[in-house]
């Protein structure tokens, strides 16, 4: 498991690397395009591009988890709002030996869906009020290891490095496109020799070239790495829960969910546990652009696991779906075997009335609902704009005070 | 340079290497050992609070069922066997026998459909389901780390510096009752 990491994290590096690169020579040969070739244009396009990639990282670094939550509209719950969400979190956040409980949201929308955010000492985990209606206890558990999964293989803070990065890269080279389109300004500026015309143009073409390749190129490497992330925080549910079949068939039910999710868009997509804005389209054709890998190999993957619960059983399943492997043999010469939880009784139909119910009075007490439970078996949900001293039930006549 | 320096030289660089191998193996034990201690600290955690938790149960169900005294007896001796028993393996026994009798006591529970009602019990079904889920996954988490450092204080060459600094193996922590490693009941 740590091997395994220990390699995404290096791949992570790399890949940082290669679009801090790319953002450098865009940088350059904008400056350079602009500034008539000059070495002081140059080194200037890559200081002022270097400086928003500073000041915007440090941001989503410090900020982004806050962000992220406020663009999603989640909502905190307590112990108290939501005991068995609330519980199931702590569950796996011990399965995952996280050194601290992550914040529980919770996003008012029926379709079902989930993320997270943060770093293992400081995280958040939020799902939609739809997929508590649809999940049993133990699909629930599944797609709430597959988050922490995300947060113990610290995915969100490197997609939040390289989201910015992919970011910057577009922003730089979408001033420079539309610049060029508007002024020309470069080219009005040359009256120099004729040396430094003909490096101007060169660079200019450079530039161009850059500028409609770059932003490309990193959104393809940011998207590769979200997708083999994906499957890692999958290997990483399996594990904790030691059930793939939890895992896989949550993710049969929301894939089969055509609702939208309102609140999310292209900055948080990448987010959540199947891409939300992919719904309407209904296929699961994987391309270089996807955010995520399809569903259905997913959860595949997860019900080929026939030998344990382990990263190589992950890998041998990969295998045998896709062919390849997605963990790299050698993270696993010291894997050891996990085993599968044992098969269980079966469990009670899920109840989605009942729970769809008791999702919204999560919302409910939010909103600073007060809840009395009617001796009758009925439950009043007195809202909080409720004046009178005393309410009688509606069913059997009796007062309760408030 | 005379011979005799630079072989003076490759010795003191070889120690050198050797003494920082050993200081970096060493720190490596300490941290997985606070790491299988910090591991069997959270197990504590959570069996205390299904401690804290059996006597709301009982008395729940006591209001409701209260020609069941024996189980409840049992489910208090066990709690209290459960409660004084110190090291790893007298406690994975003890803790083994409480879960079967409070599975016995839910399964009871299910007789009275006054009981299964009521919020209350509900509300406190779904924090012990919770807790031996917790005790589980906290079980799991420890038994992987106490394996992680029993591996690696028996492999060579870190063995050597294991056995330098006094590193022990740690036992893990097994249930005995073979339907208590089945997977911990959830029930809605």
Not at chain 1, 358 to 377: S, T, W
Not at chain 2, 66 to 95: D, I, L, P, Y
Request: hydrophobic share 45%.
């Amino acid at each position: 498991m740590w091997q395994a990491i220990h390699r995404n994290k290096i791949k992570s590096v790399i890949l940082i690397i290669v679009m801090g690169m790319l953002l450098v020579v865009l940088g350059a040969s904008i400056g350079g395009a602009i500034a008539n070739g000059t070495p002081e244009g140059i080194l200037g396009g890559v200081m002022i591009s270097g400086i928003i990639w500073f000041i915007m990282t440090v941001i989503a670094l410090t900020q982004g988890k806050n962000i992220l939550l406020a663009l999603s509209g989640a909502r905190e719950v307590s112990h108290d709002d939501a005991p068995q969400l609330y519980n199931i979190v702590e569950e796996m956040r011990i399965a995952a030996a996280l050194p601290a409980t992550p914040k529980v949201f919770i996003l008012e929308s029926r379709a079902p869906n989930a993320f997270a955010v943060g770093t293992p000492m400081n995280a958040a985990v939020a799902v939609t009020t739809g997929l508590l209606s649809i999940l049993s206890r133990d699909e629930l558990q599944g797609v709430v290891a597959h988050e922490i999964g995300h947060i113990k293989n610290q995915d969100s803070r490197f997609m939040t490095i390289a989201g910015i990065m992919l970011g910057v890269i577009v922003i730089l080279a979408d001033i420079f496109t539309r610049s060029m389109f508007y002024g020309g300004m470069g080219r009005r500026r040359s009256g120099g020799s004729k040396d430094s015309g003909q490096l101007q143009l060169i660079l200019f073409v450079v530039a161009i070239v850059l500028a409609i390749l770059a932003p490309l190129l990193a959104n393809l490497l940011y998207l590769a790495c979200s997708r083999s992330r994906e499957y890692l925080a999958d290997a990483s549910a399996a594990i904790f829960t030691r059930y793939p079949e939890g895992l896989a068939s949550a993710l049969e039910k929301i894939s089969s969910s055509t609702l939208p999710l309102e609140s999310a868009n292209r900055i948080t997509a990448p987010m959540y546990i199947i891409n939300p804005l992919n719904k309407a389209s209904g296929t699961n054709v994987v391309s270089l652009f996807s955010t995520h890998p399809p569903t259905e190999e997913r959860i595949r993957i997860l019900r080929t696991m026939a030998s344990g619960a382990g990263l190589d059983a992950y890998d041998n399943a990969y295998g045998k779906v896709k062919g390849g492997r997605i963990i790299g043999s050698s993270d696993l010469r010291s894997a050891e075997v996990l085993e599968l939880r044992g098969i269980k009784p079966p469990q009670a139909d899920v109840n989605r009335p009942k729970q769809t119910r008791e999702a919204n009075d999560i919302l409910l007490r939010l909103n600073k609902f007060n809840f009395v439970n009617c001796a009758c078996g009925l439950r009043i949900k007195v809202p909080p704009a409720f004046a009178a001293p005393s309410v009688t039930c509606p069913r059997c006549g009796v007062k309760h005070d408030l | 340079m005379s011979g005799a320096l630079i072989i003076g030289i490759v010795v003191i660089g070889l120690l050198i290497l050797v003494g920082l191998w050993f200081l970096m193996t060493y720190n490596g034990l300490v941290g997985l050992r606070n790491q299988v201690k910090n591991a069997w600290a959270q197990i504590d955690v959570q069996l205390k609070r299904r401690h804290d938790l059996i006597p709301n149960i009982v008395e729940t169900v006591k209001g409701y069922a209260k020609h069941e005294s024996g189980t409840f007896e049992m489910v208090v001796k066990a709690r209290s066997a459960a409660v004084s028993a110190s090291g790893v393996q007298a406690q994975a026994k003890a803790e083994g026998e409480l879960s079967g009798v409070l599975s016995r006591l839910m399964a009871i529970a299910e007789a009275y459909p006054d009981l299964k009602a009521n919020q209350n019990f509900l509300a406190l079904q779904e924090e012990l389901s919770s807790t031996e889920n917790k005790i589980a996954f906290s079980r799991q988490a420890y038994n992987d780390q106490v394996m992680i450092y029993n591996t690696r204080i028996q492999m060579i060459p870190s063995n050597i510096v294991a056995g330098i600094g006094g590193f022990t193996a740690s036992d893990l922590f097994e249930l005995q009752d073979e339907a208590q490693r089945a997977a911990p009941s959830v029930k809605f």
